[in-house]
């Protein structure tokens, strides 16, 4: 090797020229497209789904208003596309907490969310995703089991205790032939907080 050479890395350019022209040649330029693309089951809940029990509790069975009871425990439901029948309960982001509030409880944001007196939160906490599984009659709130936090129904989903950072994201609902329909977009992200 000459003394001009010595410490210099001639192959570098070379190098990262081959190794993109190898990932051209394992992913296509169409690949991005496919892998972007996500299986229906998984997709998040689209405006128009209805509402659907689990598959593997109710076999698909769609969630109607004689369901719920006002003041009992929240249901857990899954989104469903009404052309295709696919549930959307291959994604945990996807868990749907839906309860009946007694009458006039609700405040004026929850209101414009809700469905008459029934009411659709995200079932994933927003401290660190756990799925939510608690629940507080007499107030009305959904507690995580994880850490505790605890989250208001009838406001919004706000945050009242436990480390939580933010309120619980709320599905606007709508009430159509007998069935719910989701009708806009949660309220806020899904998840734990970045």
């Keep these: 090797m000459s003394s001009h050479n010595r410490g210099a890395r001639p192959c570098a350019g070379r190098r990262a020229l081959l190794g993109g022209t190898a990932l051209a040649l394992i992913a296509p330029p169409w690949w991005p497209a496919i892998a972007a ?35 009992a425990e929240p249901l857990l439901v899954y989104p469903r596309d009404p052309a295709t029948g696919v549930s959307r309960e291959r994604s945990r982001l ?80 709508a009430l159509s032939d007998g069935h719910f329909v989701i009708r806009g977009s949660f309220t806020s992200a899904v998840g734990a907080s970045a």
Excluded: K, M
């Design 37 to 71: 693309e996500t299986a229906p089951e998984r997709q998040p809940a689209q405006v128009g789904d209805l509402l659907a029990f689990p598959s593997w509790e109710h076999a698909d069975r769609l969630l109607a208003p004689d369901d719920l009871v006002t003041g």
């Design 94 to 173: 996807n868990q749907i907490l839906v309860c009946r509030l007694a009458p006039g409880t609700l405040d004026e944001a929850t209101r414009a969310h809700a469905a008459g007196d029934v009411v659709a939160y995200s079932g994933i906490c927003t401290h660190t995703a756990c799925g939510i599984t608690g629940w507080n009659a007499e107030q009305a709130h959904f507690v995580c089991p994880c850490h505790q936090s605890e989250f208001d129904a009838g406001r919004a989903g706000q945050r009242v205790a436990g480390p939580a950072p933010r309120a619980l994201p709320a599905l606007p609902l």
